[in-house]
Every structure is written in C-alpha cells, then in structure tokens.
C-alpha cells in the first residue's frame, strides 16, 4: 500500500507536485510565446444547470467554469476540449462563442496584474457516453464538480462575479448578442471591493477574467 503523508498517500502528493509543475511550465510557455494571455472556458449546461469547478483556496470557496490559458500553437477548440479533460475528465464537442472577456492592464490601472488576458467563452456540450467526475491528478485547491440551476448563478460565488454570470445566463438564454466584456464592467463602476454573489470580499488575487 502507499505510504501517507498528512493524510495525503504519496502517489496523492506526486500527483499534485506534477500538477504544479506543468501548471508552471506552461505559464512559462504562454508568457515566453504571446504577450496577451489568452483562455478559453467551457459553459456546459445540461437539464438547466451549469457544470461549474468548485476551488477551496485557503476555505475560500469559489466556483470557475472549466477551462484555464491556452498552450502556445493550440488552437481555442483544442484548448477548451484539453481544460474540460484536465478537470472534469470528460469529453466535449465545442459550440457556439458565447463571450468574450478582455482585461487590458493601462486601462484598468494595472489593478489585476500587467498581463493583458483575453477569455473566450464557449458553449459546450457533453459527447456521448462521458459523464464529469473529479480527474485523478488535479489541482490541490481543485475539490469538487458541480452542478447549479442557471437562476442560482449569480447568487453562487462564481469567478469573475456576478455581472459576469448574469451575462453569461443571457448569452445562453440568447437575448444577448455577443459582445466583448471589459474587466471593469464586469466587476461594477468601481474599482474598490469586489465581492462574490453571496456578499464575501474576493481575493484581489482571485480578481481574473479567465481561470488560472
């Protein structure tokens, strides 16, 4: 049997390890090869809610859609179908775009980093046969899938808050037509506390367009 460190069995704890390491390495990757960061997500909607990746950083719980930054020379289909892999171990056929999201650093005060990021969000659809669970390498602060009724969304604490998911209801409901959506817009009039559909202050280093 494998041995346990803190509760955590050393295959857990390779796992993990090997997770960050690659995670670092393809940072590395898209900061050597593009100066704008670009990711691409997945809204996967199935019986009226939407699959969301549930994140427990520091018991702060917050929910992304799947998705994360491209690999330099991959495509954003090929992106999307990788990121829903990684953390959702299941298989997708990508559809319409539904938004995007730009954040541009000299226009927003550089309050969310230097990096210029550009997100995609994709309309997704479950293939044949392919039912989401937990991977089994994944992100520490990975802790579970779930499953949220498309009028919960801006009540649940979903990255990058709630005029994001109210837009992003609109998008898939189509009584919106696709437009490009600006970090601040997204975030309120202001630039002062952000804060999640249930009230909670959001880490600054949670404040992103896309996830990590």
Known sequence: MPSMTNGMSTVAVTGAREFERESERRQALQAAGQGIRIGANAAIVRDGKLLLVEFDAAADLHYNLPGGGLDPG?????????????????????????????????????????????GFVFECHLRPGSEPRLPDVLDPKQTGLRWVPLD??????????????????????????????HAPHLLGDTLGVQRYGDGREIPNHHLSVESD
């Open 74 to 118: 991959e495509t954003l289909h090929d992106g999307v179908r990788r990121e829903v892999l990684e953390e959702t171990s299941a298989d997708v056929d990508v559809g319409r775009l539904l938004l995007v999201v730009e954040y541009v650093p000299r226009l927003h005060g550089y309050l969310y980093g230097r990096t210029h990021k550009l």
């Open 152 to 181: 919960e969304l801006p009540h649940v604490p979903l990255l990058p808050t709630t005029p994001f998911a109210q837009h992003l209801v609109a998008a898939l409901r189509q009584r919106e037509p696709l437009d490009v959506l």
